[in-house]
């Protein structure tokens, strides 16, 4: 294929190519030839030019095909243009001259058809360069079409319409002459001919103005004539035509020459004319009144259809503004045509007028207007609605007929206003509350209409209200109850009421928010006494009889929490309404007349009504006893089946649609019941399903019962251009699936209006829903039949299809075929097996005669129903028979029909027994397929062959891949070959199916760059691009999913520079439907669906090229999208887009593509989404925050600035206008996703002075910079009408408040960034704690509000006031509990709403007493600062909010506690297990009902952690003293809970009693969550329970409370280990430490305090004789489990060896405190540990020397070896370095650590001072020997003498003074005061200097032995004087260590230790001359030395004496000492001494 892509053919190449592939090889040449023309010069192409046409004119005579002659006329079209222009009429008579060419051999159409879509390229790019030679042209074409064949007259309506479009004005001679020829071929036979004539009579429209004149009528009604027997793309382009026409007519775009007398039409005459088609249809006069006469109606549905459509195109050609100006006049002509006497002759014509007319208003109101504009028409629709209601009543009381044609007015309008409603959500609540409108009361007025389509549709209107209002649900109920109850004599009233009473209880399935739980028991009653009084009046029976069982059905929705409660009597209903045994049953066949018997079904029909919904919605319900309980019902309900044929034929027709609709609902209820339930009457009920299968009069339509039973690849083929479900007109065009039977409307079963969906439920007839009933029955039924009766009923349904004939025979086939499917179905999904062969075959014999039907439907029935079978039998020998067969009969049959069935059963046959695994049964079908695929006599025949060869593909995965090369050609040459898509569109899908699933064979091998390989590629391009160039949409969406496969294997083969512009291209559509997309759903969803997945990896990439695409390519109508494109990007169309959208999956894809693109250009493009966002956020045309503007100036006048933010609410949205609020919330959605990017991105984006230093270095952007626009939008969204959008923008305000709270302001230091929105802030909450407020939006408010105050953003007082008071109002509505007088929501609403109001006072309480914390110590920091500064002045003024936060709440903290603990109390009980349930109060608790108790429990679940970490500061901050702090001292009334706070005098608890229950509480509930915490997204809720028991242990009380509870001690330490091992957070390990700690602490006071209590009472003089206390008792033994010491010790152990794993000898192969191996391993394998890591280990510790206190002397030495062990265990790897930079927290600690084991009590005991001793010495041995490292130095040398210091200061004598770990102490020190390093000799100066001073040192060892080397150290310091402050520091400390030696020496040897000090000082002493030259050290040591002999001087004058005596020149120098020091005081005291006597060199000197 290289070898192509050449500007000129390679004609040698070419030539050596077979004929197919030299058809690929010319396309892949014209392909490459298209794109490079215009790239290339154009001085090479005219020098080329000749030869290039030559080769093209060359292909134009070579027959090619469909694809390549479109190609090679874009081709040659643009050679024209790029190269010589002149030469191109040559070309046209080239073409003419084949065009009349008489020429009528099969090869000669190919080329004369590429000739004429060569023309309409060459006008269509040379335009008026042609122009004289166009005549010629557009004569000739018109000639050919009175000879062409269909293909002809295709290609040239296409060619005319592209000459018109190249031509534009200039075309103006022949358009008379097109539009002659254009009228024959709108109503040609074949169906493209029509699409392409349609086309261009739409062209030609543009510039023929008489089309939309003069012609207008006769226009019309050809347009009609086209709509007869259409297809579905033959109405949407004739309707397009039409509409356009009828819109030009109307609003002319050009000026037109008026006519003698005429005028401009108006809407009515433009109306006049559609519905005159709509009545009459396209026929003439005479023949329209011919059938007049007759009284039957000749307008198809084709045509009713088309018009519709049209009226469409019509208006949305206007547009929207002229929409909302004439919508008026434009309704009154909707409803005038709905009220026609013509259009509603039949029940399905009047079905089918109300379904166009309803489709017109729901498209155009739903489309084109804003949500402003839909208020105003819900206006204009209740206006008419009023005027029919009073015709109605009028016509009623004359009994008038015309009052049935009045409902469908009323019917239309009701579902139109209920849809305007339901898609304006809350934003219509002003519409609603409007007492000048009256909605409610217009719509509530219809439930009395005579009619019962009209009751039901406004029940259905009333329905939409609440589904988008839920605060009207309860009113509205209430309401429509009480009038039903007054008016149940009316039977038009009981019917309405009770219609709107269950609709409005099927819309409480889509309010979350629920109605309150007793409107449950109020429909109860209201269905009971409709039942009990519908015997009392014959009247209305019927209607009280059939709205009881309606209103018991509907309640049923509601769910287990409310029919849970009322089950007992809706079971007593249900069996009162069936006799009490079947025998009773039999009895009643003798009595009753035809009145009774219609009443008596009809009842029993809504009874069994109700159980199918108690079966569906409250199955859980429905236990053992109460099966038990209607078992004698559906006994009786089955056996009456056999009777009803008696009692049809008795009473005739009267009663045979009541035994219709009862033989349906019992099927229905059978089809949902197991089997087993109704077993006794099987055979029976069998007979009677076969009855009605093979009957006289079943009621069937294929295209409604059979696609579900069809396979979904198989379907796709078999409804190509019928299916209706994927296209934006199915509303309208599923009545052309009907057949004869009509479409479904609500009346057909009132019993729908209460289901799920949010449309319009649009039940079928009786009769055919029954169809479909018993073939779902059947198909339950038969799997429970013995093989026997199972061959035996097949046999049966067999022969009865061999007798019926005909139609009937027909009929009755697809009935069979799909109930045996069915059950196939059920026998193969549970591998039951079907039986032996006397079952297999009659029934392969009932499937193959199905696949042999001229019905394509019932052969993929019949396929997939032998799939089934095959699965069922589950039998290799027989799948293997069934194919074999299957292959006989492809060969052996001749007719297509069979052999097409048989090819998809071929196929089929493997698809549910794991696919083909054999190669060779792989190669048999295939081998067979293939020959049949290029069968070109039967296009039927070779369309389900490739789609059985792409099934084959599915199934055999891998073992395809041999067999994909020919496959691959195989489709490319059909492609290439194949007739025109439009005449074979089944064809050109089944390949491109089978291209897709070839792309999937392939998968990711299509990387690979291999030959073979490049050329698949190649070949997988080339199809998809043949596809993509199809004008057949369906196949374009087909192309776009290869391409998308393609690039799921293979992205960078693939060109997105060429495929988004394309991908765009087919996205937008720029003809007359302005502001809409492509007319074609699929495609719009294949578009949406591919940018997605390129999105996903390539997102900036697409957004370019789609941008490119707008700019590049010029349009002549500039679409919406167009436009916003241009401007805001493919991102911002798309939001359009979505704003439009409908179906579910479309939009869902939009959403995700917006995601993928804002996740991967958000940071990059970061002010372009937050505009395009706040755009569609600000495009809607009105806002709530007008009103929220004037609220905030009137309450903040004094601000000016803050309000100029909200006056600027009014500016434009930029390129979108009026987008319904659920895009709005989308964009508020995309803001917090960009915040949420940013906070992972940059940190400069949270920073404003760091986003402000780098904006000036670089063109980067911030969020922290687009802060303002944030809040707006966040203020926008949170104070608009639409509820979801208010809790968007609450959300984003939230998210705002959280991310900046802590970003300072850099221009005032001090104050946050967020501290200028304080008013946007505030007024933003405020509307959400208005009396009306939604509870939801209200509690999402209240965490907002907690949120901004606990932020500590406000730093004034009066600020944080404002959301104060918006709390402080929500306490008070919520403290009434749940004594509420009218309640509009469920009970659990009131609990959701209560909870948030008590979490949101939780967390700013909690952050108050944080604050105050802090700010004490703040305060007494710097009372200290001042103190020791002598006092100092403050500025007086008014205090910080911060530190004045707790004052706020504490007013209201009595009334907070309550709430808080009684909340934990409900939270409590709620988490109790389900085996506790009846320990649950009866009427429920404080904040929730018994019958709600599921909706509350995910709003505890959420909220208990920060009440419960409040109420533990509470108690904290009271100590737990309980002051008298009654419900009567409150300023507002309070719930009584039972946490000891009733106000019964009867039941007083005492203090203690309710300490020990608030305590309880709150342990429990921490003990319960930390026992099992569910997931990671409970972190914070694991640390509110920790800092919960962390405030309570701080107390004494419950401290003691803990101490005293050893058992609950320890399974508190349980708990705290296993969150230690399952929780890595270091915040949560460090504060379980912290509360271990508590804890351990707890048992020691209580220890101490039994210690304590026993001396007191048994006296000191006993204490040999006092009990032991602590853990160990006289035993020592601690029992696992039961010991606290021993759960500790676990603990901390967990955390020391995973801090540090070399402690343990089994992880570090060895002894942790010995070396390990070579000398410096050690060393090396230790990491340092960080700063948490060290503190973590560092409270283990601490915790560790707590734990031998709380033991008996018994147990401490059981725990001691332990605790040293892991001490000395630290402290040797803290030698050896592990502690790093960090680790000084660490050695502080163990260092503590080992001084509190060392000094406790419990070493001097006597019952434990010989064991302490002995394993104290072996610690001590232990630090000794890892001091020991020979020749390597230790880490840190002076932690290690410390620890051995502590031992010598706190250990008993006996430890130290031992041999030889005294020797070694003492070897230990002098090696430390030889060492090197200054550091480490001061400090071994320095302890030393407590050595001496202990009385270990005292003893005299350490004085003799390191007393010399003190000496010898400090006498050595006059020849090295010190240089450095360390130096000077350590000589400072050994003098201090030598002075502590002389005052710890005896008395008697004192004078002579003095006397070497003394000298060693004056030996530090310079004189004068030294002096001035010496270092700065050694001048501090001479100023120090003499000061300190000055000191000691006078303590020893004797000595001092005798030295001076003895010592001259110590004298001398001590004396010039002096001298000097006094000699430079007296020169200080001088000021002039020291300039004169100090030269400036003396400075220099000193100073080096």
């Given at each position: 294929?290289e070898?192509a ?6 004609e ?20 490459f030839l298209k794109k ?19 080769q093209?004119?060359?292909?134009l ?6 694809p ?8 040659l079209a643009?050679?024209?243009?790029y ?10 008579d ?9 020429d ?5 159409l190919?080329t004369?058809l ?5 023309v309409g ?13 166009f005549?010629e042209?557009?004569g ?5 079409v009175?000879s062409?064949?269909s293909?002809?007259?295709?290609e040239?309506m296409l060619s005319?319409?592209?000459i ?10 022949c358009?008379r002459?097109?539009y002659?020829t ?5 109503t ?24 939309w004149?003069?012609e ?16 579905y793309d033959v ?5 397009k035509?039409?509409g356009?026409l ?17 005028r401009?039409m108006c ?5 006049e004319l ?5 009545l ?11 059938d ?8 198809s549905?084709d ?9 469409v ?7 929207g503004?002229w929409?909302?100006?004439?919508f008026?006049s ?6 005038e045509l709905?009220?026609h006497?013509?259009?509603?002759q039949t ?10 007319v ?5 498209t155009t109101l739903?489309?084109l207007?804003?949500e402003?504009a ?11 609605i009023?005027p ?14 015309e ?5 469908h007015?009323?019917v239309?309008?009701?579902l139109?206003?209920g849809?305007?409603i339901?898609?304006l ?5 002003p519409l609603?509350?409007d007492?000048?409108?009256g909605?409610?009361d ?27 209002m ?10 429509c109850?009480?009038?039903?109850t ?6 038009e009233?009981?019917a309405g009421?009770?219609?709107a009473?269950a ?7 889509h ?8 409107r ?12 009990r ?13 059939q709205?009881?069982w309606l ?9 287990p929490a409310?029919?849970g409660?009322?089950?007992g ?7 009162c309404?069936?006799?009490?045994s079947?025998?009773e049953?039999e009895a ?10 219609q009443v008596?079904?009809d ?6 009504s109700?159980l199918?919904?108690?079966?569906s919605?409250?199955?859980e319900?429905l236990t ?10 559906l ?6 089946l056999n009777?009803?044929?008696t009692?049809?034929k008795?009473?005739?027709?009267q009663?045979?649609?009541a035994a219709?609709l009862?033989r ?8 949902l019941l197991p089997?087993?339930t109704?077993t ?6 069998l007979?009677?399903?076969v009855?009605?299968?093979t009957g ?8 409604l019962?059979l696609?579900p ?8 083929l ?11 007109q ?5 009545q052309?699936?009907s057949?004869?039977?009509g479409?479904g ?5 009132p019993?729908s ?11 079928v007839?009786a009769?055919?829903a029954?169809?479909h009933?018993?073939?779902?029955l059947?198909?339950v039924?038969f799997?429970?039949?013995?093989p026997?009766h199972?061959?035996?009923t097949?046999?049966q349904?067999g ?11 027909q009929t ?29 075959k009659?029934?392969?014999?009932l499937l193959?005669g ?13 396929a997939e ?5 095959v ?5 290799p ?7 074999m ?5 492809l ?20 698809r549910?027994s794991?696919?083909?695994?054999s190669?060779?049964?792989l ?12 069968d070109?006599?039967s ?7 490739v789609?059985a ?5 599915d199934l ?7 067999h994909v090369?020919?496959?691959l050609?195989?489709?490319?040459r059909?492609?290439?070959?194949s ?8 064809m ?23 030959d ?11 199809a ?12 374009q969406?087909?192309?776009?999913s290869c391409?998308?496969?393609l690039?799921?294997f293979?992205?960078k083969?693939?060109?997105l520079?060429q495929l988004?512009?394309?991908l ?8 007359v ?5 492509s007319?074609y759903?699929?495609?719009r ?10 999105a996903q990896?390539e ?14 390519l ?7 999208l ?9 991102e911002?169309?798309l ?9 579910p ?7 995700e593509?917006?995601?993928h ?9 970061l002010?372009h989404?937050?505009k395009?966002c706040?755009?569609v ?7 709530t ?9 009137e309450d ?6 803050d ?6 609410r009014?500016e ?8 319904r609020w ?9 803001v917090?996703?960009v915040v ?10 949270f920073?404003?002075?760091l986003?402000q ?10 969020l ?8 707006r ?10 509820q979801?959008?208010?809790?968007a923008?609450?959300q984003?305000?939230l998210l705002?408040i959280r ?7 850099p ?15 505030g007024a933003?909450?405020?509307?959400a704690?208005t009396?009306?407020?939604?509870p939801d ?10 949120a901004?105050?606990?932020?500590g ?5 009066k600020d944080?006031?404002?959301?104060h008071e918006?709390l ?7 403290q009434?509990?749940?004594?509420v ?6 009970e659990g609403?009131?609990?959701?709403e209560?909870?948030a ?5 939780a967390?700013?309480?909690i952050?108050?007493?944080q ?11 710097a009372d ?5 500064e002598g006092?100092?002045g403050?500025?007086a003024g ?7 936060l707790?004052r706020?709440?504490?007013t209201?903290?009595?009334t907070?506690s ?11 009980l709620?988490t109790?297990?389900s085996q506790y ?7 429920g608790?404080?904040?929730y009902t018994?019958e709600?108790?599921?909706?509350a429990?995910?709003?505890y679940?959420s ?13 904290n ?12 001292n ?6 009584p809970?039972s946490?000891?706070?009733?106000a019964?005098?009867s039941?007083?608890?005492?203090p ?8 309880h509480l709150?342990?429990?509930i921490?003990v ?6 569910h997931?990671q997204?409970q972190?914070?809720?694991?640390t509110?329970?920790?800092?919960a028991?962390?405030?309570l242990l701080e ?7 803990v ?9 508190l ?5 296993r969150?230690?091992?399952t929780?890595?957070?270091e ?10 700690r ?11 305090e039994k ?9 000191a003089?006993?204490?040999e004789?006092?009990?032991?206390f602590?853990?160990g008792?006289d035993?020592g033994?601690?029992?696992p489990?039961h ?6 010790l676990?603990?901390?152990l967990?955390v020391l060896?995973?801090?540090?794993p070399?402690?343990?000898p089994r992880?570090a ?6 070396g ?10 230790a ?7 060290c ?6 510790l601490?915790?560790l ?9 018994e147990?401490s030495?059981?725990v001691l070896?332990t ?13 050896r ?8 927290p660490?050695?502080?600690g163990?260092?503590?650590a ?12 006597e019952?434990?001072?010989?064991a302490?001793s002995h ?5 001590l041995?232990?630090?000794l ?6 020749k390597?130095?230790?880490a ?6 410390t620890?051995?210091?502590i031992?010598?200061?706190?250990a008993t ?11 070694r102490l003492?070897?230990?020190f ?7 390093d ?8 320095e ?8 009385p270990?040192?005292a ?19 006059e ?6 402050q ?11 260590a030598?002075?502590?030696?002389a005052e710890a020496?005896?008395e008697?040897?004192?004078?002579q230790?003095?006397?070497v000090?003394l000298?060693v ?15 700065g ?10 000061q ?6 006078p303590?020893?004058p004797s ?9 001259p ?9 002096i001298?000097?020091s006094?000699?430079r005081?007296?020169?200080k005291s001088n000021?002039?001494a ?5 030269p400036?060199?003396q400075l220099?000197?000193?100073f080096?």
């Open positions: 294929m070898q892509q050449t500007l000129l053919l390679n040698e190449a070419c030539g050596q190519l077979g004929e197919h592939q030299r058809a690929e090889f010319v396309y892949e040449w014209l392909r490079l023309l215009p790239t290339t010069d154009r001085a090479d192409v005219k020098h080329k030019q000749k030869r290039l046409v030559e093209l004119q060359a292909v005579t070579g027959s090619p095909g469909p390549t002659r479109r190609l090679l006329a874009q081709c643009l050679v024209y243009r190269g010589d222009s002149l030469s191109a009429p040559l070309a046209l080239r073409c003419s001259d084949i065009i009349r060419s008489k009528d051999s099969p090869s000669a190919p004369r590429a000739a004429i879509t060569c390229a060459l006008y269509e790019q040379l335009g008026r360069l042609l122009i004289s030679s005549r042209s557009v000739t074409l018109l000639k050919a009175k062409a064949e293909q002809g007259r295709y040239i005319m319409e592209r018109l479009r190249g031509l534009g004005v200039s075309a103006v001679p358009h002459d097109i002659k254009a009228r024959a071929c709108l040609d036979r074949s169906m493209a001919v029509r699409c392409a004539t349609a086309k261009c009579l739409l062209e030609l429209q543009r510039e023929a103005v008489f089309l004149s003069s207008l009528e006769s226009m019309a009604t050809l347009c009609f004539r086209a709509f007869e027997g259409s297809s109405r949407v382009a004739v309707s035509l039409l356009t009828m819109a030009s007519a109307l609003e002319p775009k050009q000026p037109v020459a008026p006519r003698p007398g005429g401009r809407l009515e005459e433009v109306m559609l519905s005159v088609g709509f009459r249809g396209g026929v003439g006069f005479l023949r329209a009144s011919g007049m006469l007759k009284g039957c109606s000749s307008v549905r045509i009713r259809v088309g018009i519709t459509q049209a009226c195109v019509f208006v949305s050609a206007l547009g503004a929409l909302e100006l004439n008026p434009l309704l009154a002509l909707l409803l709905a009220s006497a013509r259009a509603t029940p399905a014509d009047g079905a089918c007028t109300r379904r166009c309803s489709f017109v208003l729901r739903g489309t207007l804003g402003k839909q208020v105003a028409a819900a206006k204009e629709i209740c206006r008419a009023s029919q209601k009073k015709a109605s009543e009028a016509c009623a009381a004359e009994a008038n007929p009052v049935y044609l009045n409902q007015v009323l239309c309008a009701l139109e206003l849809s305007l339901q898609g959500g809350s934003t219509a609540t609603v509350q007492s000048s409108i909605l409610l217009s719509v509530i007025s219809v439930l009395f209409h005579p009619s019962a389509s009209a009751r039901l549709a406004a029940a259905w209107c009333l329905r939409c209200v609440a589904v988008a839920p605060a009207q649900a309860a009113v509205l109920l209430d309401r109850a009480e009038r039903l007054a008016l149940k004599s009316c039977p009233a009981v009421y009770s219609a009473v609709a409005l209880l099927g819309a409480l399935q309010c979350p928010l629920g109605i309150p739980h007793s449950g028991k109020m429909v109860l009653e209201l269905s009971e006494d409709l039942l009084s519908a015997t009392q009046s014959s009247r209305i029976s019927m209607q009280r009889a709205g009881g209103l018991l059905a509907a309640l049923n929705t509601l769910g409310v029919v409660d009322l089950l009597r809706q079971l007593l209903l249900l069996r309404a069936f006799p009490p079947v025998r049953l009643e066949l003798r009595r009753g007349d035809c009145f009774t018997w008596t079904l009842g029993r029909a809504g009874a069994l109700a199918k919904s108690l079966l919605f409250c199955g319900l053992d006893e109460v099966w038990a309980r209607l078992q004698t019902p006994s009786c309900a089955v056996a009456l009777h009803l044929p009692v049809v008795s009473y005739g027709n009663v045979k649609n219709t009862y349906l609902r019992v099927y229905e209820i059978l089809v089997p087993e109704y006794e009457g099987l055979g029976s009920l007979r009677q399903l009855c009605e299968l006289e009069n079943p009621s069937c339509c294929g295209l019962l696609p039973l069809c396979h979904p690849t198989d379907l796709t078999t409804l190509t251009g019928g299916t209706t479900h994927d296209t934006d199915r509303y309208i065009e599923q052309l699936q057949g004869s039977l479409i409307t609500l009346e057909y079963d019993f209006i209460f289901q799920s969906s949010q449309e319009v439920p649009a039940p007839p009769s055919t029954l169809t009933a018993t073939i779902q059947f198909g039924i799997p429970q039949l013995a026997p199972r061959a035996q097949l046999e349904l022969e009865a299809l061999r007798q019926l004939k005909g139609a009937r025979q009755a086939h697809i009935l069979v075929t799909s109930a045996l499917c069915c059950a196939l179905k059920a026998l193969g999904s549970a591998r039951a097996g079907l039986g032996g062969e006397e079952v297999c009659p029934a392969r014999s193959w199905a696949l042999e039907s001229p019905n394509g439907l019932l052969r993929c029935v019949a129903g032998s799939a089934r079978l699965q069922a039998v589950n039998d020998a027989f799948t293997a028979s069934m194919t067969a299957s292959v006989d009969k060969k052996a049959a001749r007719d297509a029909v069979s052999r097409a069935g048989h090819a998809l059963c071929l196929a089929a046959l493997q549910y794991g696919g083909i695994s190669s060779q049964q190669a048999t079908s295939v081998g067979v397929l293939f020959p049949l695929a290029q070109t006599s296009p039927e025949l070779q369309t389900w062959s789609h060869l792409s099934v084959l593909m055999s995965g891998p073992l395809y891949r041999t090369e020919p496959s050609s195989l489709v490319l059909l492609l290439l070959s007739p025109h898509t439009h005449t074979h569109t089944e050109h899908l089944s390949l491109a199916l089978c291209l897709h699933q070839l792309i999937t064979a392939v998968g990711p091998d299509l990387q690979e760059e291999s073979g390989v490049c050329s698949l590629r190649s070949v997988c391009l080339m998809c691009e043949v596809l993509q160039d199809s004008q057949e949409c369906l196949l969406a087909q192309a776009i391409l998308q496969q690039h799921l293979a992205p083969h693939l060109n520079a988004v512009p394309s765009c291209e087919s996205l937008l559509d720029y003809s439907l302005v502001n809409m997309c007319s759903l699929w495609l969803r294949a578009v949406v669906a591919c940018l997605r997945q390129l990896r997102a900036l990439e697409v957004c370019e090229h789609a941008v490119t695409l707008v700019k590049e010029p349009r002549r109508d500039n679409t919406q167009d436009v916003t494109i241009k401007e805001v990007g493919l911002g169309a939001f359009c887009l979505l704003d439009r959208e409908w179906d999956r479309l939009c869902q894809d939009i959403r593509t917006l995601g693109m804002l996740g991967s250009a958000a940071t990059g493009k002010a989404w937050l395009l706040k755009d956020l600000l495009a809607s045309a009105d806002s925050a007008v009103t929220g503007q004037e609220t905030q100036l903040d006048g004094d601000r000016d600035d309000a100029s933010v909200f006056q600027a009014a434009s949205g930029g390129p979108f206008s009026n987008l659920a895009t709005r919330v989308f964009a508020v959605e995309c917090c996703r949420v990017l940013c906070e992972s991105a940059d940190p400069a984006h920073d404003m002075a986003a230093e780098r904006r000036l270095q670089e063109s980067t952007d911030f922290v910079l687009h802060l303002a626009d944030l809040i939008m966040a203020f926008v969204a949170a104070t608009d009408h639409s979801q959008l208010r809790l923008g609450l984003t305000l705002i991310k900046f709270a802590s970003v300072p302001e221009e005032f230091p001090g104050h946050g960034i967020l501290e200028q929105y304080q008013a946007n802030v933003a909450l405020r509307p704690f009396a009306d407020a939604p939006v209200t509690a999402k408010a209240c965490q907002v509000c907690s901004w105050i606990s932020s953003v406000v730093s004034e007082l944080v006031r404002r959301v918006l402080v109002s929500s306490l008070q509505r919520v009434g509990g749940r004594e007088p009218s309640l509009l929501y469920n609403t009131a609990a959701m209560t909870l109001v008590l979490k949101a006072w967390e700013v309480y952050v108050a007493v604050t105050a914390g802090r700010s004490d110590a703040t305060e007494a920091e200290t600062d001042e103190g020791s006092g100092g403050g500025g008014e205090p910080a909010a911060d530190a004045n707790l706020f709440v504490q209201d903290l009595p907070l309550r709430l808080w603990l009684a909340a934990l109390q409900d939270h409590a709620l109790l297990p349930g009846q320990q649950l109060p009866p009427s608790g404080t904040f018994a709600t108790l599921e909706q429990r995910p709003h679940c909220s208990w952690a920060p009440i419960l970490h409040a109420s533990a500061l509470w108690l901050s009271t100590g737990f003293l309980l002051a008298d702090d009654g419900p009567a409150l300023s507002r009334p309070v719930t809970t946490m000891g706070q009733s019964s005098l039941n007083v608890k005492s203690e009693d309710i300490n020990t229950e608030r305590l709150i342990l429990g921490s319960e969550f930390l026992c099992s915490p997931s997204d972190m914070e809720n694991i509110s329970c920790l800092q028991l962390q405030a107390v004494p009380w419950p401290r003691a409370k101490g005293n509870d050893q058992a609950l001690s320890v399974e330490l349980t708990v705290l280990h969150l230690m091992v929780r890595e957070s915040e949560v390990q460090l504060a379980v430490l912290q509360l271990v508590q804890v351990v602490c707890a048992a020691q006071e209580h220890v101490r210690r304590h209590s026993a001396e007191v009472d048994d006296g003089a006993e204490k004789t006092l009990p032991e602590g853990e008792r035993t033994g601690l029992v489990g010991s606290l010491v021993f759960g500790a676990e603990l901390c967990c060896l995973r801090k540090l070399q402690l343990s992880l192969g060895g002894s942790p405190l010995l390990r191996g070579p000398p410096g391993v050690t060393a090396g394998l990491t340092p540990l960080d700063a948490s890591d503190g973590l280990v560092a409270a283990a601490a915790i020397s707590e734990l031998p206190s709380i033991c008996s002397p147990g030495v059981c070896p605790v040293l062990y892991l001490l000395v265990g630290v402290l040797c790897e803290l030698v370095g592990v502690g790093g930079p960090a680790g000084g660490l050695v502080s163990a260092l503590q080992l001084r509190s084991v060392l000094s406790t009590p419990l070493s001097r005991v019952k434990s001072r010989d302490w394993l104290l010495r072996c610690a041995q232990t630090l020997d890892c001091g020991d490292t020979g390597e130095a230790l840190d040398e002076v932690t290690l003498l620890a051995l210091t031992f010598l200061l706190w004598p006996e430890v130290t003074s031992a041999e030889p770990l005294q020797t003492i070897q230990r002098k090696a430390d005061l030889q060492v090197k200054p550091m480490v000799q001061s400090r071994s100066f302890l030393l200097t407590s050595v001496f001073q202990s270990a040192g003893s005299g060892s350490f004085m003799q032995a390191l007393g010399a080397a003190v000496v010898g150290y400090l006498r050595g310091v020849n090295r004087r010190p240089q450095t360390e130096e000077l520091q350590a000589v400072q400390e050994g003098a201090r030598l002075e502590a030696l020496a005896e008697m040897h004192r004078p230790l003095v006397s000090l000298p000082l004056i030996s530090f002493l310079l004189d004068e001359n030294a002096l001035a030259s010496a270092a050290p050694s001048r501090s040591l001479h100023a120090w030395a003499l300190e002999l000055m000191r000691l001087g303590q020893h000595v001092l004496r005798g030295l001076m005596a003895s010592a020149s110590l004298k001398a120098r001590l004396e010039a000492a001298k000097g006094q000699e005081v007296s020169s000021p002039q020291p300039s004169k006597s100090s400036s060199i220099k000197t000193n080096l």
